[in-house]
């Protein structure tokens, strides 16, 4: 997979700490400018611009101009792909917990 192709994933974009913390602030707010969104980090304000276009190319975040600032919101819809992957292996463990709790009851 080459690095652009991999900055699409939805998984690539959600696997750093940093952009899940990004996707929660955001999933808490409408819609937020860049230098609130900075002071929620410890980090610049060009590291987070980095980690929100990540996010953007993975289509999670979307932004628009107002004037000079730019304001980002939260596109919860790729989520799903991440949803119905784990939605497998959490049958998965529940099929296993039933297994495990008949041995235990005989």
Known sequence: MS???????????IADPSR??????LADADEL?????????EM????????LTILKEADL???RKIGRETRYQLNP??????????AYYEK????????????LED
């Open 61 to 63: 975040v979307r932004n």
């Open 33 to 41: 400018p860049l230098h609130e969104i900075t002071a929620k980090f």
């Open 20 to 25: 899940r913390k990004l996707i929660r602030i």
């Open 92 to 103: 998965f463990w529940i099929e296993r917990a039933a297994i495990l709790k008949n041995i």
């Open 3 to 13: 690095k652009t192709e991999q900055k699409r994933d939805v998984f690539f974009a």
């Open 77 to 86: 819809g790729p989520l799903e792909e991440v949803k119905d992957w784990l």
């Open 44 to 51: 610049g304000r060009t590291a987070v611009s980095k980690h």
